[in-house]
């Protein structure tokens, strides 16, 4: 026979004073109308709570790092650029907001187009169907030469492609990052897969020194976090690669016992990826820091956060 069940009686159920109950909510951390003013008017005006304050939370741990000359790093997958993100980005390195920036392979391809034709990104279904995907000429061609001149002169790719851009007759260098990067002497570091990037199809393309140039700039990305301390590392639209990158120069660095910790970590992304996640969001910060996750598009959430950094910079 199955058991047979009457209503829970509730008589005796206990009761709090609602006076004395903790709330994670406060009227005095509720949101105000905005009726015009400059942007920092605009995020005072923002509720005191969950995104909102970790967004605040973010522009000041930039503030405070850069105030005590600690690295603001950018890592960024190739999603940003595409989303016509660049002037953001060279705005802030000019401006001092960010001393470092490291990327996957794709983005030199959009980066380099930009600034040789003033347009980028492909239709790849389009291109796909008909066997011409990635076979831009001019890409493949100019971005190999960069990387292997480059590498003979001891370059990493991101010095290499950037002083390859800047001595170039492209029309719009403006544009380039890693020009911008090459520029102010800021680094500018390249991690690349092999086999996932347009240029690696083409005939030009040199193993070697694709790998030499990778590796160098690996080692040199590895130096920048290991001066991490106080600083913050912003993950902006890689998935994969860029957050795995970063968990190798956390351990190289720890490793050769320099004082990696105390630091903000923050992931930038419309999704929230498991390695991003662990490798930027988690285990850096677990011997000491601080990790931030904003979700949101890059086309809407990056300059939001560049126009509250200019402001407060401005003060």
Do not use: W
């Not at 058991?3 to 509720?30: D, F, G, N, Q």
């Not at 990327?103 to 990104?121: F, P, W």
């Not at 860029?242 to 490793?255: D, Y």
């Amino acid at each position: 026979m199955p058991k047979k069940y009457k209503p829970i009686s509730v008589k005796k159920v206990k009761t709090c004073c609602l006076k004395s109950r903790k709330s994670k909510v406060e009227r005095k951390k509720a949101g105000k109308p905005f009726k015009g003013g400059s942007f920092g008017d605009f995020l005072e005006s923002l509720p005191g709570i969950l995104a909102a304050d970790d967004f605040k939370a973010v522009v000041d741990a930039v503030v405070k790092a850069r105030k005590n000359n600690k690295p603001v790093i950018l890592g960024m997958g190739a999603h940003p650029i595409k989303v016509g993100l660049s002037p953001v980005i060279i705005d802030l390195m000019e401006s001092g907001l960010i001393t470092a920036v490291a990327m996957n392979g794709a983005c030199i391809v959009h980066d380099y187009e930009l600034s040789l034709m003033g347009h980028t990104s492909e239709d790849v279904d389009a291109e796909l169907c008909k066997g011409t995907f990635g076979m831009a000429a001019e890409t493949g061609r100019g971005l190999n030469r960069a990387i292997i001149n480059g590498v003979k002169k001891k370059q990493g790719i991101g010095r290499a492609v950037g002083e390859h851009i800047l001595k170039s007759k492209a029309a719009y260098k403006e544009m380039s990052i890693l020009a911008a990067a090459s520029s102010l002497g800021i680094p500018a570091t390249v991690h690349v897969a092999i086999g996932t990037d347009i240029i690696h199809m083409h005939a030009e393309a040199d193993g070697r020194a694709i790998g030499e140039g990778s590796m160098r700039d690996f080692r040199l990305f590895s130096s920048v976090v290991a001066d991490l301390k106080g600083g913050v590392y912003i993950n902006l639209g890689s998935a994969v690669i860029l957050p795995e990158v970063f968990l190798k120069a956390i351990a190289v660095t720890r490793n050769l016992k320099h004082d990696v910790k105390n630091f903000t970590t923050v992931n930038m992304d419309f999704i929230q990826h498991y390695r991003c996640r662990e490798n930027v969001l988690r285990r850096p910060v677990l011997s000491g820091g601080r990790s931030i996750a904003l979700t949101g598009h890059h086309e809407i959430m990056f300059p939001l956060l560049a126009a509250a950094l200019n402001d407060r910079q401005n003060k």
